[in-house]
C-alpha cells in the first residue's frame, strides 16, 4: 500500500469518528431537552406514563399467557353447586389476577353447612372436563395439577380476613401485595382461611360467566342429563305437545326427531329455603322472595306464549322436600313430573348431592323455557347462561321479544299475572347480584357494552 493511500484511510477514519462523536452529541442533547420538557410539565407526567406502560404489559401478559411454573392453592370449596361453581371462578380470576396456575380445587360432593369435617371432598375433574376448561379458556385463567410442582421454594401463607373490618380495599391490597417480588418468588401462594363463596369480589359479571361456560360436565354426567331430557321429550309426544317441525334432530338410526318443547321449574318449596327466604325477607323488608306451591303454579300457568299441552319438569331438592303434592293442582295442559314420576329417581340416587345438582342444572339450562326464584343462587347461574345464549343469537339488548331460552322469576309479579321476564345485567361490575339474588331482573340491560 502506497503513502498516498495510506493518507486516504486515515482522513476516513477521522471522518468517521468525528460523525460517530456529532451523532452521540446529537443524542445527548436530545435526551437532556426532553428531561427538561418533562420537568417542565411535572413529574406526575412521567410517572404516569411509566405505571400506564407496565399496567399494559402486565394486563396484557395476563392476557395471553398465564405462568405455568407459578401456582395459586386455595382451600376445599364447599356449599351447594351454585356456590361452588362461583367459589371456583373467584378463585380462578384470583389467580388470574396473580398471572397463576390455579391448583385444580376439591369440590364438596355433600351438603353441609356447618359440619366442614363432614364435607366429602371431590375432585374437580370428577365433575368438570379438565381438559376442556383449559382449552375454553386459554388465555385466561388456567388449572394445574399437584404433579407440576417441582416444589423448589416453601409455598407461601396467605391468611385472608374475615368480619366486617375486612372490607374490598383491604382484601384488594393484600392481592397487590401478593404480586409483589417477596412473594412472587414462591412456587405456590396457599390461601388459607375462609371459604373462596365468601371472598371479596373485585371482577365483573362478564368474567365469570367467561369461566361458566368454561366449565363442562364430564361425559359420564353429560350422558345422565341427555337421558333424562330424551324422558322428557318422550313424555311431551306421549302428553300430545304439539311437534316443533322448525327443529329436527337425527338420531343414531338415520330417522329424523321433531323438537319436543318443555318448561322447566326450579320449585323451591324445600324446608331449608323457606326457613332462609323468610329471613332474607324480614331482613331486607321485601315481600318477594318466598313463594308457595300455590303461587308459583298460579305465576307459571300465566306466562304468555305457551302452546299446550307441555310437560313441565320439576326441578326440588328430593330429600329436603316435605310436601308430597307438588304435582297436583297444576292448570289443564301444564303436565308436570319431578323425578320419581320420571323414572329416573334411581339414577339420580346413585350418584352424591353434587352430581345431582349438576345434572338438574343442564337440564334446566336447555329447556325451552326456564322459571325459577331470583334469590337462588342455582337459578340465577342458569339464567345468566341463557342470557349467554341469547347474547350469541344476536339478542343483546332486550328481552321482549319472544325467543328461545326465554326465562322468568316466579317470585317476582310479572305482565298478565305471570312470572317476571328475567335476564342477566352482563354489563354489571359484581356478582353481587347473582351471589345472593335480586328483585332487580329488568331486560333493559345495555349489555353493548360487554360485546
Known amino acids: 500500500m502506497n503513502f498516498a493511500s495510506c493518507e486516504l484511510l486515515k482522513l476516513s477514519s477521522c471522518h468517521m469518528k468525528s460523525m460517530v ?3 452521540f452529541i446529537l443524542v445527548m442533547l436530545i435526551l437532556v431537552f426532553r428531561i427538561t420538557i418533562c420537568s417542565f410539565r411535572g413529574s406526575t407526567w412521567l410517572t404516569w406514563r411509566t405505571s400506564n406502560w407496565i399496567a399494559m404489559s402486565a394486563a396484557s401478559n395476563l392476557q395471553y399467557s398465564i405462568r405455568r411454573d407459578k401456582f395459586l392453592e386455595v382451600p376445599q370449596i364447599v356449599w351447594g ?22 391448583l385444580m380445587p376439591s369440590l364438596s360432593a355433600s351438603l353441609f353447612y356447618k359440619e366442614v369435617d363432614l364435607l366429602k371432598p371431590m375432585p374437580f375433574d370428577k365433575i368438570f372436563n379438565f381438559e376442556k376448561f383449559n382449552a375454553l379458556c386459554e388465555g385466561f385463567v388456567r388449572l394445574g395439577r399437584y404433579s407440576n410442582l417441582v416444589n423448589h421454594t416453601k409455598p407461601f401463607e396467605l391468611q385472608k380476613g374475615s368480619g366486617r373490618k375486612w372490607t374490598k380495599d383491604r382484601d384488594l391490597d393484600q392481592l397487590n401485595q401478593s404480586r409483589e417480588e417477596s412473594v412472587d418468588t414462591a412456587e405456590v401462594i396457599r390461601i388459607v382461611g375462609k371459604n373462596p363463596f365468601l371472598w371479596h369480589d373485585h371482577w365483573p359479571v362478564k368474567d365469570y360467566a367467561k369461566i361458566f361456560e368454561c366449565l363442562v360436565v364430564v361425559d359420564e354426567i353429560e350422558n345422565e342429563v341427555a337421558k333424562v331430557i330424551s324422558k322428557i321429550r318422550e313424555v311431551g309426544r306421549m302428553v300430545g305437545h304439539k311437534t316443533d317441525a322448525s327443529e329436527k ?23 331449608d329455603w323457606m326457613i332462609h327466604c323468610k329471613k332474607v325477607e324480614q331482613k331486607l323488608r321485601i315481600n318477594e322472595i318466598c313463594s308457595s306451591k300455590e303461587e308459583i303454579m298460579e305465576r307459571v300457568s300465566h306466562i304468555r306464549g305457551i302452546e299446550l299441552p307441555v310437560t313441565v319438569y320439576l326441578a326440588v331438592a328430593d330429600i329436603l322436600l316435605e310436601d308430597g303434592t307438588i304435582l297436583s293442582g297444576w292448570k289443564d295442559g301444564l303436565v308436570p313430573f319431578e323425578k320419581k314420576r320420571l323414572g329416573v329417581l334411581g339414577a339420580y340416587k346413585k350418584y352424591p348431592y353434587l352430581i345431582q345438582s349438576a345434572i338438574d342444572y343442564e337440564v334446566c339450562s336447555r329447556a325451552d323455557i326456564f322459571v325459577g326464584n331470583s334469590f337462588s343462587t342455582f337459578s340465577s347461574l342458569v339464567v345468566l347462561s341463557r342470557t349467554q345464549k341469547l347474547i350469541k343469537m344476536g339478542f343483546t339488548n332486550s328481552c321482549s321479544v319472544e325467543v328461545g331460552y326465554s326465562s322468568y322469576a316466579y317470585n317476582i309479579l310479572g305482565q298478565s299475572g305471570g312470572a317476571k321476564r328475567w335476564m342477566t345485567d352482563m354489563s354489571a361490575s359484581s356478582l353481587v347480584d347473582i351471589s345472593y339474588g335480586t328483585n332487580n331482573i329488568s331486560c333493559n340491560s345495555n349489555w353493548d357494552k360487554t360485546l
Open 249 to 271: 334432530k337425527e338420531n343414531t338410526d338415520g330417522l329424523i326427531n321433531l323438537h319436543v318443547p318443555y318448561i322447566a321449574v326450579h320449585m323451591r318449596i324445600e324446608k
Open 81 to 102: 353447586l351454585n356456590n361452588q361453581k362461583i367459589a371456583l371462578a373467584r378463585a380462578c380470576l384470583t389467580s388470574r389476577f396473580l398471572n397463576r396456575t390455579l
Open 21 to 23: 462523536f456529532r451523532c
